[in-house]
T-cell receptor, first 114, second 111 residues
Framework: NAGVMQNPRHLVRRRGQEARLRCSPM?????VYWYRQLPEEGLKFMVYLQKENIIDESGMPKERFSAEFPKEGPSILRIQQVVRGDSAAYFCASSPQTSEYEQYFGPGTRLTVT | GENVEQHPSTLSVQEGDSAVIKCTYSDSASNYFPWYKQELGKRPQLIID?????GEKKDQRIAVTLNKTAKHFSLHITETQPEDSAVYFC??????????FGSGTRLSIRP
């Protein structure tokens, strides 16, 4: 049973470009969470999704950030017009339907904005 | 809003000694309290968790205690080893089915 997969592992974007981060949950998991981690800091909740539904996006910046979890395929975190302050590690986690709170993390995507 | 506070931010202990990390939470409806370990450059990994119907849980050298009345919970690591060096995060679930993380404790084990 493969774990949570994220790609790319490293992403470099120039200011103003778009960043797309992908997350494939563990098999059998239907809940996906995205977190942002700045260097030497904790994990900040961004968004919680189930298939085709955004359940809680209270941690998402109002502009430039969006997330989806389509019926087929991975969850996508999209950052438009990136700025230097978006540089961070972005982790996704998934949990099984039957145990909503046991979250298992992917390896993260390290985004660098130049 | 919901908040989880974690102390200390850094902790250094002699190998073989015990380490204790403490957290408090604000949402009285929280029922699930996981602890994660994150090694440098790696993903956070769930090491132990506790639910509100239990006051203590132990797994080999790791134990977690929960005081719901006081809204605090703690991680105890006994007989520490070099591989215990990492950043540890406590967390608590919130009413919106999301997890709120503490700010982390950097644990260093001195040889």
């Amino acid at each position: 049973n493969a774990g949570v997969m994220q790609n790319p592992r490293h992403l470099v974007r120039r200011r103003g470009q778009e960043a797309r981060l992908r997350c494939s949950p563990m098999k059998g998991h239907s809940h996906v969470y995205w977190y942002r981690q700045l260097p030497e800091e904790g994990l900040k909740f961004m968004v919680y999704l189930q298939k085709e539904n955004i359940i809680d996006e209270s941690g998402m910046p109002k502009e430039r950030f969006s997330a989806e979890f389509p019926k087929e395929g991975p969850s996508i975190l999209r950052i438009q017009q990136v700025v230097r302050g978006d540089s961070a590690a972005y982790f996704c986690a998934s949990s099984p339907q039957t145990s909503e709170y046991e979250q298992y993390f992917g390896p993260g995507t390290r985004l660098t904005v130049t | 809003g919901e908040n989880v506070e974690q102390h200390p931010s850094t902790l250094s202990v002699q190998e073989g000694d015990s380490a204790v990390i403490k957290c408090t939470y604000s949402d009285s409806a929280s029922n699930y309290f996981p602890w994660y370990k994150q090694e440098l450059g790696k993903r956070p990994q769930l090491i132990i968790d506790i639910r509100s119907n239990v006051g203590e849980k132990k797994d080999q050298r790791i134990a977690v205690t929960l005081n719901k009345t006081a809204k605090h919970f703690s991680l105890h690591i006994t007989e520490t080893q070099p591989e215990d060096s990492a950043v540890y995060f406590c967390a608590a679930d919130s009413s919106a089915s999301k997890i709120i993380f503490g700010s982390g404790t950097r644990l260093s084990i001195r040889p």
